[in-house]
């Protein structure tokens, strides 16, 4: 039962450097609220899942994707670039708190600069070691009550840990199993935020003044989940039309992922098994989501490609 509506305030945070952000470097700083009746009595977890994909490309044509990658790549300066996890704030009293402190607390995305660093821990600033690359940040959320139709949530919730250390003390797990099963009680609507940072390698459309520096494809946003709210609609009766492929060419495979926003290299499973893993769970109506007919052709290539 929906009785609390759930709203999130970002702030994509300007350094006080000299020099603006780049290569990957940002801040960007969330506000859960809660609304509802009563609120000042309300007690319970907002529930998150987190996504977070890199892709990055040096000047030599290496590809760094994967949290070791990367964590190479940096000098291990750069923890965490990569991963899927789940995680729990603690309201009292309609106030979202640290469940430890229980002070005020809020949310944050952000990243380090992405490239190779010398020995005192700085970055270089050899031209070779330059970069390019794509940071996304993907993240669904909703609020369940402590106690929901006798269920005592809030000691599940408690007795889950904090085992993902990028989710910086929080109660956390990996992968999104948790934030799936809490799903049956909540009480808020669900809210969605996204970001996405690139930047580029000098080329000949792109200056060195403006290599390296953040730009945002999208520029960071919050808003409601896309969900089907209207009622039971009178289905018309049509003809099903044979499908006109069973398959994706190479090509085909690759420009989806690109649509995507999915790296492209590795084999037709690899690249399917990315997009389904990424992408799968989103609508769509959603840019980066999927039609079931694309995710029954992708799991058909992820089961007998090899």
């Known amino acids: 039962m929906i009785k609390f509506n759930l709203t999130v305030k970002g702030t994509n945070y300007i ?142 919730i408690s007795n889950i840990g904090a085992n993902v250390d990028a989710a910086n003390g929080l109660i956390s797990s990996d992968g999104h199993d948790n934030y799936d099963n809490l799903l049956q009680y909540r009480s808020s609507n669900e809210w969605c935020g996204n970001i996405q940072v690139i930047w580029d390698i000098p080329s000949g459309s792109t200056t060195a003044k403006d290599a390296g520096k953040n730009r945002y494809y999208t520029h960071p946003y919050d808003k409601p989940c896309n969900t089907n709210t209207g009622g039971n609609k009178r289905l018309r009766k049509t003809t099903k039309k044979k499908a006109i492929y069973n398959s994706y060419s190479s090509s085909q495979l690759k420009s989806l992922a690109k649509k995507m926003n999915v790296t492209t290299s590795g084999t037709k499973k690899e690249v399917a098994t990315r997009i389904l893993k990424l992408r799968g769970f989103l609508p769509a109506q959603h840019k980066h989501g999927i039609t079931k007919k694309q995710r029954k052709i992708l799991k058909k290539i992820c089961k007998y490609r090899l």
Request: proline letters at 1%.
């Open 15 to 156: 350094t006080k450097k000299k020099v603006a952000r780049s290569w990957g470097d940002f801040r960007y700083y969330r506000e859960f609220l809660l609304s509802g009746e009563k609120i000042e009595d309300v007690n319970g977890w907002i529930v998150q899942s987190i996504e977070r994909n890199t892709d990055v490309i040096d000047k030599s044509g290496n590809t760094y994707t994967t949290e070791n990658d990367i964590r190479e790549l940096t000098d291990n300066n750069v923890k965490f670039s990569v991963g899927n996890y789940d995680e729990f704030f603690r309201v009292k009293n309609g106030d979202v708190i640290d469940h430890l402190t229980k002070k005020p607390i809020a949310d944050e995305f952000n990243g380090n600069e992405i490239k190779k660093y010398d020995e005192s821990g700085e970055t270089t600033i050899e031209e070779e070691d330059d970069t390019g690359g794509r940071i996304t940040m993907n993240s669904k959320a909703y609020f369940v009550e402590d106690i929901v139709n006798g269920v005592n949530v809030h000691r599940i």
